[in-house]
């Protein structure tokens, strides 16, 4: 009996085959952008696992300079060797940009001294010994080769149009992420660097790494490696990404619920008479079950398969900004993995679930002869947007309830989650009552008419203005929130960037550098800046020091201080502390801070400073302060500035020549602030083609419910062409039906959006970097997004009504009754 019942329901199908389109598209789209971040998270913390691995062998000792753009010397490694450290390799890493904009590091290695480390020979093969001779060619993993489309033999081309290869591919499984090997020699010649960035070394007794300590030379440090600890480090930024994801499967699953529930609506005389002739309600439960779960696997696989080609398509922006902002090296190809699919299978159950279980239940419990009396659309609409107020009010006071809870993080995206799903459900009842309020109160009988129509289409379109609505808020908030964040970090770096040239000398010519500065005749004073990284028990802590000057006083951008907070800071026992470590350790100015050895105790605040490039723990020493505990340790650094700026590119000429420095050791403040901005820039792609994919959904979401209530009131619109209106009339006012819904949506939307901007900015924000600042708003930019918005739901409106009239009017109201 089951069979004659799943087949008699699945027949509406093959009556209304655009259901079959809005049903499957709904739920795709929703898994598909969900898929696709799931996917890049998982492959990226992947990827941290493998980063530090390097042919499949784990180096647990590793030799490192403490000054940052400094060298470990060619002669150091050669004594190394002669030593008997044999189990030591160097490693030389440059980083290049493709064609593409793509970023990649070449890792110079010494093919020969890997023989001699690796595990089982890994090494002793031909292709590795081919790195050795010229012309120099390239090893790459198989996945970076597929995503590159290259074979065996071919060149990459950079974006300074040279290229490098030939490519060698590796068969054996032993490259990860995006890393590219070659012989040290090409790096060298590459990047005209000296030395070695880092000694990876195997194995070794207790014994003979003391032993290492002590041969040493000043300015490197030996040390084991651990976990990298980026899966942490990068959490916050995952999480950000995950809440879009989740967001656009919400929007999607809109979609998917809209079209069940048409579709469950538009059968009901079928289950009426099913009913009405002795099949069971359990039958029709298990078949109409197994229907959803029918779309579920359909929905499912489709989902994984566009999601796995979206995030193949976002994985080089994402791969960008993880690099730019944690270092991280990131595989560019992502491949199918269970770990992610299966995630995505339980939340497109759980999702379908919800979205089928109400249509599912109000279409059985409701009498077998009222089913088969051919009811209107519009008639249950009004109890159920009454119904989803209600809803809504519960998750109002439940987002109050957890904005009175201490914020976090992870409350912040509970509390928009609950405020966007209040305020989403609210969304129809609010536009119905409007419009059928206006039906009553208007003088005219078009326009009483008009509005009384639109608030009955509300029943097939009032789910899909919902979702459109909720993504129209999300895009103006990210949009609001991205525009504040891009805004204030470009006016800091501003302030912050207050010399005109820095330079990253090694410790022993930074003296001689500055003395040599300071007698050139276009600068005006010179800068020191000292910095180390200093293990407490509340983790890493960064320290820097500044100097006693204006200049140096006015390119900090101060949060809160004492008063004479610059004196106390050079003439007391003080110190400054950056805002993210004030909100982490809970600190203000006038506080007093205990650390460890060679700090110590009783350091009180002098204030706190915004510093929207550091995340962590950093605080701030005067110079005689630092000489007292830190000595001549750390890193240095120099500022100059100048009295004629027309004169730095010169200067910096000079500064290369006469101390033969990396040109990545010299920069100039606009190239420093250009940089970081471009940084930030790729950092939000992902956030905003997110936004921007979920508002197309949405779009398209009312689009495609427009069109299959319109078919559906065939014989309403029959009738008015029989009574007189043209076909130009209606399609005329099926445009502006839609149109006046979105401008009711907008609304709503554009408030929403700025509240949530504003909790992005004052909650999320700042409980996962520790950063405040000041909201802006851009209202060209939300003009730009209505306008189009509108316009693809006019043009909606308009074609799904003309796709209806093109069939003559008679025909139509016939085939209708």
Not at 130 to 157: N, T
Not at 288 to 294: A, D, G, K, Q, T
Not at 299 to 314: D, H, P, R, T
Not at 671 to 695: E, S, Y
Request: hydrophobic letters at 45%; a neutral charge.
């Amino acid at each position: 009996m089951l069979l004659p019942v799943a087949k008699a329901l699945l027949g509406h199908y093959r009556r209304h085959p655009l259901q079959i389109f809005l049903v499957w598209l709904g739920l795709t789209l929703g898994v598909s952008l969900l898929v696709g971040v799931l996917a890049i998270n998982h492959h990226a913390k992947m990827s941290y696992n493998e980063g530090e691995k390097l042919f499949s062998n784990p180096f647990p000792n590793r030799i490192r300079v403490i000054q940052d753009n400094t060298t470990i010397p060619q002669a150091f490694y050669i004594n190394l060797r002669r030593a008997g450290y044999t189990q030591c390799m160097p490693v030389q890493t440059q980083h290049l940009e493709t064609k593409d904009d793509i970023n990649i590091s070449v890792v110079g290695i010494d093919p020969v001294a890997l023989m001699q480390i690796s595990a089982n020979n890994l090494a002793k093969t031909d292709d590795m010994l081919s790195l050795m001779r010229p012309p120099f060619p390239i090893l790459i993993s198989q996945p970076l080769a597929s995503y590159f489309s290259l074979d065996d033999g071919d060149y990459i081309e950079l974006q300074n149009q040279s290229n490098i290869g030939p490519v060698i591919i590796d068969k054996a499984q032993r490259l990860s992420g995006s890393r590219i090997f070659s012989d040290i020699a090409l790096t060298k010649m590459l990047g005209h660097k000296t030395g070695f960035d880092i000694l990876l070394c195997g194995e070794m007794s207790d014994k003979k790494k003391e032993r290492l300590e002590r041969m040493l030379p000043r300015g490197l440090q030996l040390e084991t490696h651990k976990e990298s600890g980026l899966t942490a480090l990068t959490n916050a930024f995952h999480i950000n990404l995950l809440a879009m994801g989740m967001l656009s499967f919400v929007v999607g699953l809109f979609i998917f619920y809209q079209a069940m529930s048409l579709s469950f609506i538009q059968r009901q005389p079928l289950v009426g008479t099913l009913r009405q002739i002795g099949v069971s309600t359990k039958e029709l439960i298990i078949a109409m079950s197994l229907e959803v779960f029918l779309w579920i696997i359909i929905g499912w696989v489709s989902g994984n398969f566009f999601g796995l080609l979206l995030a193949n398509e976002l994985m080089p922006t994402v791969s960008n900004s993880l690099y730019s902002l944690y270092n991280a090296d990131v595989g560019l190809l992502i491949t199918w993995s269970w770990d992610w699919s299966y995630q995505s299978l339980w939340m497109a159950i759980v999702g379908s679930v919800l979205a089928c279980g109400w249509p599912l239940y109000r279409l059985l419990s409701i009498e077998p002869i009222r089913l088969t009396a051919r009811l209107s659309l519009a008639r249950f609409a009004g109890k159920e947007f009454e119904v989803q107020a209600i809803i809504a009010c519960v998750f109002c006071v439940a987002a109050y309830l957890i904005n009175l809870l201490p914020h976090s993080h992870e409350n912040g995206f509970m509390l928009i989650g609950f405020l966007m799903i209040s305020v989403g459900l609210l969304t129809p009842y609010i536009i119905w009552k409007f419009f059928d309020w206006l039906s009553y109160r208007l003088p005219s009988a078009k326009a009483r008419w008009f509005f009384s129509d639109s608030a009955a289409s509300l029943s097939y379109r009032g789910v899909a203005a919902m979702a459109f609505m909720l993504a129209l808020a999300s895009n103006i908030g990210v949009e609001t929130m991205v525009g504040s964040f891009r805004a204030t970090t470009n006016n800091w770096l501003e302030q912050r960037l207050a010399a005109d040239i820095y330079i990253e000398p090694s410790k022993v010519s930074a003296s001689r550098i500055s003395h040599w500065l300071e007698k050139q005749p276009e600068v005006e004073s010179v800068w020191r800046q000292w910095k180390i990284d200093y293990q407490t028990e509340y983790g890493n802590l960064e320290i820097l020091s500044t100097g006693p000057t204006l200049g140096e006083k006015s390119a900090l951008t101060m949060k809160v201080a004492i008063p004479e907070f610059w004196y106390s800071l050079h003439h007391s026992r003080s110190l400054l502390i950056s805002e993210s470590m004030a909100l982490k350790w809970n600190m203000k100015p006038g506080d007093y801070l205990d650390l460890p050895a060679p700090m110590g105790d009783n350091w009180q605040i002098s204030g706190v400073y915004y510093d929207y490039g550091n995340p962590y723990n950093q605080l701030l020493l005067s110079h005689s302060a630092w000489l007292k505990v830190f000595g001549g340790q750390g890193k240095t650094g120099i500022g100059v500035v100048l009295n004629d700026t027309e004169k730095r590119t010169e200067l910096i000429g000079r500064i290369l020549k006469q101390y033969r420095l990396p040109v990545e050791q010299v920069n100039d403040n606009n190239n420093i602030q250009v940089k970081a901005m471009k940084v930030f820039d790729r950092t939000f792609i992902v956030t905003g083609t997110l936004g921007n994919l979920t508002l197309v959904i949405a779009v398209f979401g009312l689009f495609f419910a427009t069109l299959v209530g319109e078919v559906s009131r065939q014989r309403q619109t029959a009738l008015l062409r029989c009574l007189g209106l043209s076909g130009k009339e209606l399609i005329l006012l099926g445009g502006l039906q839609l149109l006046t819904i979105g401008l009711f949506t907008i609304l709503i939307a554009l408030p929403l959006g700025i509240i949530l901007s504003q909790l992005l900015i004052d909650i999320v924000m700042k409980y996962a970097f520790g950063w405040t600042m000041q909201i802006n708003y851009f209202p060209m930019e939300y003009l730009m997004t209505f306008s189009w918005t509108l316009l693809a739901l006019t043009v909606a409106g308009a074609a799904t009504v003309w796709r209806v009239t093109r069939r003559q009017a008679i025909i139509s109201l016939r085939e209708s009754l």
